[in-house]
């Protein structure tokens, strides 16, 4: 990953002017979706690209040891050999970013990679994941013991409750402790987004959490009803910019959550092209939180590749 974001002051300054305006955001979000889709070996250039930044996450009540072990195959082998040949990316190494689990699946997870013979970094969620309404003891014991178990990217969430209430100072030493029970673990920070009322909450916890040493920001848990939108993508990459411009730090951006189809993953990356650059499209730097997207993905390029739509068993492993 990029190198480290070190925890800067709490800068309350920053954020205390603060003013978004939410139907000129809502009206630049409407006009990416507008935009002509990319076709051809582009639509599947971007696809792949898209493949490289997913982090592939199964967060079920369910999950198994076995159906960890699937989702770790799957991601050191996201789209079926045969349509990488016909493109001729067999040997271009292409994997996703991470795969993410539950702390008590990542040694399950840990296994299965290093049996794979593949470096795919284990992200696990942590710090009371998905409400964050544990105490902050059991938030910190949660994050050193997922990476004793071998995870190398922490997934913590925020309390919402310190945004609602604006206890910036509060919500800043929280993330900063929790960035230091991760050690040498990159730490991304959920901000679910959907549950903080405002957009101008949205930037302000944006900026905290950049400013307590995140290595990345991301928008949901995937649990909320309301999950990654383009507005609040807008509002979080602004956020990004402002922190980069202020600090030279660059931080990466992760929306998860509802994005299940490829043409929606294309316009997260065209997005992020559009406001942080292409120096921000690769895994260092983006990342898509999904569980369901690689599925749609690898039929869309089936399509490119063979001319016709993949049936239930032509994808079997999806």
Same mark, same amino acid.
């Given at each position: 990953?990029?190198? /480290?974001?070190?925890?800067?002051?709490?800068?309350?300054?920053?954020?205390?002017?603060?003013?978004?305006?939410?139907?000129?955001?809502?009206?630049? +979000?409407?006009? %990416?979706?507008?935009?002509?889709?990319?076709?051809?070996?582009?639509? +599947?250039?971007? *696809?792949?690209? +898209?493949?490289?930044?997913?982090?592939?996450?199964?967060?079920?009540?369910?999950?198994?040891?076995?159906?960890?072990?699937?989702?770790? $195959?799957?991601?050191?082998?996201?789209? /079926?050999?045969?349509?990488?040949?016909?493109?001729?990316?067999?040997?271009?190494?292409?994997?996703?970013?991470?795969?993410?689990?539950?702390? !008590?699946?990542?040694?399950?997870?840990?296994? !299965? #990679?290093?049996?794979?013979?593949?470096?795919?970094?284990?992200?696990?969620?942590?710090?009371?994941?998905?409400?964050?309404?544990?105490?902050?003891?059991?938030?910190?014991?949660? %994050?050193?013991?997922?990476?004793?178990?071998?995870?190398?990217?922490?997934? %913590?969430?925020?309390?919402?409750?310190?945004?609602?209430?604006?206890?910036?100072?509060?919500?800043?030493?929280?993330?900063?402790?929790?960035?230091?029970?991760?050690?040498?673990?990159?730490?991304?920070?959920?901000?679910?987004?959907?549950?903080?009322?405002?957009?101008?909450?949205?930037?302000? !916890?944006?900026?905290?959490? &950049?400013?307590?040493?995140?290595?990345?920001?991301?928008?949901?848990?995937?649990?909320?009803?309301?999950?990654?939108?383009?507005?609040?993508?807008?509002? &979080?990459?602004?956020?990004?910019?402002?922190?980069?411009?202020?600090?030279? $730090?660059?931080?990466? $951006?992760?929306?998860?959550?509802?994005?299940?189809?490829?043409?929606?993953?294309?316009?997260? *990356?065209?997005?992020?092209?559009?406001? *942080?650059?292409?120096?921000?499209?690769?895994?260092?730097?983006?990342?898509?939180?999904?569980?369901?997207?690689?599925?749609?993905?690898?039929?869309?390029?089936?399509?490119?590749?063979?001319?016709?739509?993949? *049936?239930?068993?032509? #994808?079997?492993?999806?």
């Amino acid at each position: 990953l990029a190198s /480290r974001c070190a925890a800067q002051e709490c800068k309350l300054g920053w954020i205390s002017k603060v003013y978004v305006n939410p139907p000129a955001v809502v009206r630049h +979000a409407e006009q %990416i979706q507008k935009w002509h889709t990319v076709k051809g070996n582009w639509q +599947a250039a971007w *696809l792949l690209k +898209a493949v490289t930044c997913i982090d592939l996450t199964t967060l079920s009540g369910d999950d198994t040891p076995s159906n960890v072990h699937r989702l770790c $195959f799957k991601a050191k082998h996201p789209i /079926r050999e045969d349509l990488l040949k016909a493109m001729d990316m067999h040997d271009k190494g292409i994997t996703v970013a991470a795969v993410c689990v539950y702390p !008590a699946r990542v040694t399950d997870a840990v296994n !299965a #990679l290093k049996a794979a013979g593949c470096n795919i970094p284990v992200a696990s969620v942590a710090a009371g994941f998905p409400s964050g309404q544990t105490p902050l003891e059991t938030k910190l014991a949660e %994050i050193k013991l997922a990476v004793q178990y071998g995870a190398r990217e922490i997934d %913590i969430v925020i309390s919402r409750s310190l945004v609602l209430s604006g206890q910036w100072e509060g919500l800043y030493e929280e993330i900063r402790q929790c960035r230091e029970a991760c050690g040498e673990a990159h730490m991304k920070t959920i901000l679910a987004t959907g549950e903080l009322g405002s957009l101008a909450n949205v930037y302000k !916890a944006s900026m905290i959490a &950049m400013m307590a040493g995140s290595d990345f920001i991301k928008t949901s848990t995937g649990k909320e009803v309301e999950n990654a939108t383009l507005p609040v993508g807008v509002v &979080m990459m602004r956020a990004i910019k402002e922190f980069y411009w202020q600090t030279g $730090f660059k931080v990466g $951006f992760k929306p998860a959550g509802g994005i299940r189809t490829a043409k929606e993953a294309i316009t997260w *990356l065209m997005l992020v092209k559009e406001e *942080l650059g292409v120096e921000w499209l690769k895994p260092e730097l983006f990342r898509l939180g999904a569980s369901s997207l690689l599925e749609d993905i690898e039929k869309q390029i089936f399509h490119h590749v063979t001319g016709s739509y993949a *049936l239930q068993h032509d #994808l079997a492993m999806a």
